[in-house]
């Protein structure tokens, strides 16, 4: 009876001490994290699952102890995808103590915020700002304008075009292309790789025409659609996201216009639903999610976040990026941006789908990429529907890589 006893207090004791220990490893000051994108307007559905997914991953370190006992803080910040909100959005997080600004939606955004970040940590070298890129796909982000405070945790446009561009090059019954694309910096940087590209990889293809659509403005993608059946292409290709594709690639199926669609944003939460089965078979799509969720982790963390707030785990980018910022200061002993900065160049990480690493010289990831069809027979499929990405082609991290013509300026560590 004795023996019990005290087998049940030490047991007792041994629980506290467990509980202490984990209450001690998250009780140090958080880590406050500016989430700076649209969480209001047309594109207000995309900014929300990515949030979502950023507070299911924080939950997540937060769990097993933070990053060096700090909790990680999501903080949300509305620009409505406006460059000038963005930048008072960035003026309010910093002074509400954030020192790690997350965006990507919207390479002109992107512009300002690196801009902005830049001129404040010359102001401010004693307390900067890291900006974490999770989207924003500028390929001058990471060449001419590369800057020691950004990270992008995401292939370029031009990175993701050579990747495609290499499937087409296979298919030897395409011989027309048609493009479609937003009428802002990264639609036109879009265009024209995917332009020189082909003609590089598949001299004998035509190019039939390159259209450019008003950012989230049209409602009717008709007259578009014409040109592309009128033009006789045997693909299209379209680097659109948000409502834009949504919409041509309902208009696609529409018209009975049924050849290959290549996107990158097709797993946007939204779009399958948008596509529907008439999708299926003709929608590509290039990216770093894989569908077919073979990994433990992620296919846990596609049901938790299904769970907790209805939306699909897509962004599998932002597990890369929290993940890699933890290993970071794991190793710099330090939660400060600069050091974190220094321990994130040129840091590999094996992540769920292979493994990928944060090139020094430039601050672009290189990561695992998949190209992928939409299926009608998929399970789990996305967004409660039997449809999904199957994948058609897997790509290691290296095989994306580009030239850079970046020239990096670095602090004093």
């Known amino acids: 009876m004795l023996r019990s006893i005290l087998t049940t207090i030490f047991l007792s004791w041994i629980i506290a001490l467990a509980g202490l220990a984990h209450a001690e490893s998250t009780s140090k000051a958080p880590i406050k994290i500016g989430f700076i994108d649209p969480l209001s307007g047309p594109f207000a559905a995309t900014g929300q699952f990515e949030l979502h997914t950023l507070n299911l991953l ?10 060096n006992g700090h909790p990680l803080k999501i903080i949300p910040y509305d620009n409505q995808l406006n460059p000038k909100q963005s930048l008072v959005q960035l003026e309010k997080a910093i002074g509400d103590g954030a020192r790690y600004i997350i965006q990507g939606n919207g390479s002109s955004v992107a512009s300002a915020l690196l801009d902005s970040v830049d001129k404040y940590n010359r102001r401010n070298p ?48 395409i011989k027309k292309v048609f493009l479609i694309n ?54 299209l290709i379209t680097a659109s996201w948000g409502s834009d594709l949504t919409l041509l690639i309902r208009g696609m199926s529409d018209y009975g216009l049924n050849i290959p669609i290549l996107t990158q944003y097709a797993n946007i939460p939204g779009t399958v639903t948008a596509i529907g089965p008439k999708g299926a078979g003709n929608v590509y799509l290039l990216s770093y999610f894989n569908g077919d969720f073979n990994s433990p982790v992620q296919k846990s963390r596609e049901m938790e976040l299904y769970k907790k707030s209805k939306v699909d785990y897509t962004a599998v980018q932002f597990g890369y990026m929290l993940h890699m910022l933890k290993k970071a200061a794991s190793q710099a002993n330090s939660i400060d941006p ?13 992540g769920p789908d292979g493994a990928m ?31 999904g990405f199957h ?23």
């Open 357 to 387: 690493t944060m090139r020094k010289d430039n601050h672009q990831i290189l990561m695992p990429m998949f190209f992928s069809v939409l299926k009608d027979d998929m399970s789990p499929g996305l967004e409660g529907t039997n449809l």
């Open 391 to 413: 994948t058609v082609l897997a790509f290691d991290a290296q095989q994306s890589a580009m030239p850079t013509t970046c020239k990096m300026r670095r602090p004093k560590s």
């Open 182 to 235: 937003q009428d802002y910096v990264f639609g036109h940087e879009a265009a024209k790789v995917a332009q020189k590209m082909i003609k590089e990889q598949r001299p004998d293809i035509q190019i039939m025409g390159s259209l450019f659509v008003p950012l989230g403005k049209v409602k009717d993608f008709g007259p578009y659609i014409f040109q592309v059946k009128r033009s006789g292409a045997d693909a």
């Open 126 to 173: 004693k307390n900067p700002v890291l900006y974490l890129d999770h989207s924003a796909q500028d390929p001058s982000f990471t060449n001419e304008r590369c800057s020691f405070w950004h990270f992008r945790f995401d292939s370029d446009v031009d990175m993701k075009t050579k990747l495609q561009t290499q499937w087409i090059a296979e298919q030897k019954n």
């Open 338 to 350: 600069t050091k974190v900065a220094f321990a994130l160049e040129g840091l590999s990480y094996d």
């Open 58 to 67: 924080a939950d997540e370190i937060n769990q097993s102890g933070g990053v």
